[in-house]
């Protein structure tokens, strides 16, 4: 069997949900597990998470898979519907919605009186990216209050910058001005549950938190309590000793200096390994962090083993994950942490370890 594998850890998943709760200890919680739980799997991910009040999602067959496998908690589309066609399967299952836009509240005309549609009214307030403008928050909130179909109201909106220097900045004033204090309010991502307890609100939605991610640039989940959930590992499958001049890999890209040993390790760009991270993005071999050699090519990907002399085929490879943080593959790689978990490919097998 080829080796490469991803170990889903599902109580690291149970543990960065208390994290998150702890954080937040008045607020109710909606676990994020779009993008098939940022690659961790939707049903596993749910499962490990059932401590949360909710789920977030994106896709609208993933929500009627949470319904179907019998999760009777708020399930939430984060960008709602596409189309009113779609408004019956949202009856129908009980989903709640993000309105965020003039063209979804005209949609919503084709609701049903009575179909008790749980709306969550988004506010644009500088990410410029969905949501209602603020001049306009009260306006929709008097049509949805008015709209004999709908039936909770929440106010979101969402930060652009909580995860830097700049902070929450504007937003949050420009939100409270727009929205009021009459709803129940969502704002915060990962970034703002760890970072602004002021942004906290009725329902925080952390993401990538829960998998063991730092959102933050420059840090790991270590530096704020979290627990890696996915580790991406492999074995060496072959070794080899280039001499000087030697080059591995296509486009001869690295070119040994001195007699170096290299370990070719089953894991490419087809199982979610990023194709751009450079000669030099960490990788764990055995206890030895060392470096990748080359370009990633497919399903293969070279590494240092100059300084792990008893490393030999059948060696286990650490990618990502316990040992050899996710974020600082990422950041070799020029990307972040949820762009890689997210990239997982259906073809690595998953363990899950409870
Ligand atoms: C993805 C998403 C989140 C979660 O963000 P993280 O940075 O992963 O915590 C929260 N809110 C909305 C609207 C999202 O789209």
Redesign the pocket.
């Known amino acids: 069997m080829r080796p490469v594998s991803a170990t889903i850890d599902l109580s690291a998943l149970r543990h960065n949900l208390a994290v998150a709760q702890r954080c937040a200890p008045r607020s109710k919680a909606f676990a994020?597990i779009?993008a098939n739980a940022y690659g961790h799997g939707l049903l596993r991910a749910a499962r490990a998470l059932s401590e949360a009040d909710g789920f977030?999602v994106?896709e609208l067959e993933g929500a009627v898979r949470l319904r179907e496998a019998g999760y009777a908690e708020r399930v939430l589309l984060?960008e709602g519907f596409f189309e009113p066609r779609e408004l019956a399967t949202l009856v129908q299952y009980k989903l709640s919605t993000v309105v965020h836009s003039p063209e979804q509240l005209d949609m919503l005309d084709a609701l049903p009186a009575g179909s008790d549609l749980d709306v969550l009214l988004k506010i644009n307030t500088g990410m410029n990216r969905l949501g209602l403008q603020p001049s306009h928050a009260g306006d929709a909130l008097a049509r949805l209050e008015g709209h004999p179909g709908v039936g909770q109201i929440t106010v979101m909106t969402?930060f652009a910058n909580a995860d830097a220097p700049e902070g929450l900045g504007e937003q949050l004033a420009i939100f409270d001005a727009a929205a009021g204090r009459k709803y129940p309010r969502s704002l915060a991502?990962?970034?703002a549950v760890l970072r602004y307890p002021e942004s906290h609100a009725d329902w925080i939605?952390?993401?990538?938190?829960l998998y063991g991610c730092s959102?933050f640039p420059g840090g790991v989940a270590a530096d704020v309590g979290l627990e890696p959930a996915m580790t991406l590992a492999s074995e060496i499958i072959a070794v080899r000793e280039l001499a000087p001049g030697d080059a591995v890999g296509y486009g001869s890209l690295f070119v040994a200096e001195r007699l170096t040993r290299v370990g070719v390790v089953a894991c490419g760009y087809a199982d979610g390994y990023p194709r751009h991270a450079p000669t030099g993005t960490p990788v764990l071999v055995g206890a030895t962090l060392t470096r990748t050699l080359g370009r990633v090519s497919m399903d293969m990907l070279c590494v240092d083993l100059t300084a792990v002399p008893d490393a030999r085929v059948g060696t286990r490879v650490v990618l990502w994950g316990e040992g050899n943080p996710v974020e600082r593959v990422a950041e070799s790689a020029g990307t972040v942490g949820?762009e890689l978990l997210c990239a997982l490919a259906p073809r690595v097998r998953v363990i899950e370890k409870s």
Do not use: D, Q, T, W
């Open positions: 994020v779009k977030a994106v984060l969402h991502n990962s970034a939605r952390p993401g990538i938190m959102p949820y």
